[in-house]
């Protein structure tokens, strides 16, 4: 299996270097195109083997799997460019949310799908949201799915739950990443214990906190019952959360999913303009 991916930036190369890492795939089944080359050259250079393409369509010509990992202005172009070469039985993978699958079926006749990787990806952890296309069949599914478990979790979900899903899996560790930072550079400000110090135990607070509620099947209101002796320190701390954080999380997601749907109008917008060029 051949795997291609168009652009190389953040979370394109972090899945590329993920897929390898885990041998998943060799680096000579992998071939990559980017707007700036050299960051191509680089990857290149890091995994000797690694096909470094020039142009889009040659990574298309040399795929089985394609990966598209670029930004939602740039879609209908890149699509627009890559749709004579498309082949019925290819799977073209997006990794950008606002981008809805039926943008890639009017324009697309192959399988199609949409992922939303994690930068937890990068330790094989966390999940992959994985969303189908009528375009494509169950074999395609699994063979995208069987990869993935490679670096993830895979798990299907509806596209109406794009957004939501992207916050917590997605956009989740940058936030839960803000309030481990809050914690730590409060604890050095109130009490001087030095900064590496309580980074290190934060984060092995944070790792042992995501094993109970994964392997150890405990839920948040179990983990804060066993911790919270009533009338205790924790509880008392608890309860002034739940106060001052009333409402927070719904202003998150309200903010996100403002955005997600600006984009998905920009991306629309864009789509609708290739296609009068076209004609």
């Known amino acids: 299996m051949n795997i291609g991916f168009i ?3 953040s979370m394109g190369s972090l899945l590329i270097e993920a897929f390898i890492i885990a041998e998943a795939v060799e680096p000579n089944q992998i071939s990559v ?4 080359y050299s960051k191509v050259e680089q990857l290149a250079c890091k995994f000797p083997g690694l096909q470094a393409k020039q142009t889009n369509t040659a990574v298309v010509q040399h795929a ?3 990966f598209l990992c670029i930004k939602p202005h740039e879609f209908a172009h890149v699509i627009s460019e890559i749709k004579p070469f498309v082949r019925d039985e290819q799977l073209i993978v997006s990794i950008t949310s606002p981008v809805q699958l039926s943008h890639l079926e009017q324009e697309l006749n192959c399988h199609i799908a949409k992922i939303i990787p994690s930068i937890t990806n990068k330790m094989w952890s966390g999940a992959t949201l994985c969303i189908y296309s009528e375009q494509i069949d169950e074999a395609h ?3 995208l799915e069987q990869l993935l478990a490679y670096i993830s979790e895979p798990i299907r979900i509806e596209e109406s739950y794009t957004r939501i899903v992207s916050d917590i899996s997605s956009c989740g560790p940058a936030f839960m990443s803000f309030f481990l930072q809050q914690f730590v550079d409060a604890a050095v400000e109130e009490t001087g214990i030095s900064r ?3 980074m290190m135990i934060a984060s092995n607070m944070m790792l042992g906190t995501g094993l109970l509620l994964t392997e150890g099947g405990m839920t948040p209101e179990e983990v ?3 911790v919270a002796v009533p009338g205790g320190i924790t509880a008392k701390a608890l309860a002034m959360l739940k106060k001052d954080s009333t409402g927070l999380f719904n202003s998150l997601i309200r903010t996100t999913h403002a955005k997600y749907f600006e984009d998905v109008e920009v ?3 864009q789509f609708k303009k290739e296609e009068v060029r076209e004609q």
């Not at 195109?33 to 700036?36: A, G, L, M, P, V």
């Open 141 to 143: 599914q699994t063979m």
């Open 7 to 9: 652009g190389a930036g």
């Open 267 to 269: 991306v629309s917008a």
């Open 64 to 66: 089985d799997i394609v």
């Open 224 to 226: 804060q019952r066993r």
């Open 33 to 36: 195109s980017n707007r700036t």
């Open 196 to 198: 590496d110090a309580a």
